[in-house]
């Protein structure tokens, strides 16, 4: 079963906006809808200790992304820079696009 839509979705450009990871910027990496999380890159790295298997006979201390709530990114304007709100509009042909509330200013999907 699909979870809810969201407007940022994988490539976008986004700043964090709450947290310990504050006016931080990166690309996301992954949007997990079911959990209304994302992961974007650079931000809220974590270390975990992983044991040796076939696979990685070293084993050692591997460092990831984690997720962080999609409530606390927004979305940054390619125009002006600044992170924005976004809502859809429709166009005459059907297609829906993203705008940027701030500039008025369609944001493409990547």
């Known amino acids: 079963m699909a979870g809810p839509k969201y407007r940022i979705v994988k490539g976008d450009r986004v700043r964090v906006i709450r947290g310990n990871y504050r006016n931080q910027e990166g690309t996301v990496l992954r949007v997990l ?5 994302v992961v974007v890159e ?4 974590r270390k975990k200790h992983q ?7 070293d084993g050692g201390i591997i460092t990831f992304e984690a997720p962080i709530h ?3 990114v927004m979305l940054i304007d390619p125009t002006t ?11 005459a042909d059907g297609m829906k696009e993203r705008i940027a509330v701030k500039s008025g200013n369609p944001i493409p999907k990547p």
């Open 81 to 91: 820079g600044e992170p924005s709100r976004v809502r859809m509009r429709a166009e």
């Open 42 to 45: 650079g931000v809220n790295r």
């Open 51 to 57: 044991r040796p298997t076939q696979a990685d006979p």
């Open 33 to 37: 809808r079911d959990e209304g999380r």
């Open 70 to 72: 999609i409530s606390n």
